[in-house]
């Protein structure tokens, strides 16, 4: 795994692949992957904060022992999410008690992933959508969002059962 590298050529080997980035190589294989999800970044208006206080979900696991004398005091999870999700849930597992999670929709969404939605993401449809306008194709990515851009059924579950069991006590 390699964060923060712009990758500026795709060439085809004779055996597969060669990713590189400013003309060094960084990988070869025998098959390609491009993943084109978000990147890890913190928003400009939380980077004045102090830096033990604010850090990307990869960071968690590292952090909690630092956290864990303070697990009654509220933690902010941003993100609306998978990665957020398993963050709350991570937390709750720690034993912290005011996890507040945080996301631009007004509802946390579940996946779509059933055999219509998954069509989505076949290179046909792929090549169809590329020859659509800017503007049509940018609604129906739009409209497809939660097709790989939501939460697990497991995962929402999960957070239901924990807030419920909480109140609960």
Not at 93 to 101: A, L
Request: hydrophobic residues 40%; proline residues 6%; glycine residues 14%.
């Amino acid at each position: 795994l390699h964060y923060g590298v712009d990758i500026d050529e795709i060439s085809l080997t004779g055996d597969g692949f060669q990713v590189s980035a400013g003309g060094v190589p960084q990988a070869v294989g025998r098959h390609l992957v491009v993943g084109v999800g978000s990147r890890p970044v913190i928003p400009p208006v939380l980077r004045g904060l102090p830096e033990d206080g604010v850090f990307i979900a990869d960071e968690l696991g590292t952090r909690l022992p630092a956290l864990a004398a303070h697990k009654d005091e509220p933690v902010a999870v941003l993100g609306g999410g998978q990665t957020g999700c398993e963050a709350v849930l991570r937390l709750i597992g720690e034993g912290f008690t005011d996890v507040r999670w945080i996301g631009r929709g007004q509802w946390f969404k579940t996946i779509d992933d059933s055999p219509i939605a998954n069509e989505f993401y076949r290179p046909e449809h792929q090549r169809f959508l590329q020859g659509l306008t800017l503007s049509t194709r940018d609604r129906l990515i739009r409209e497809h969002r939660h097709t790989g851009d939501a939460l697990t059924p497991g995962g929402m579950r999960a957070v239901y059962q924990a807030n419920y069991h909480a109140m609960l006590e």
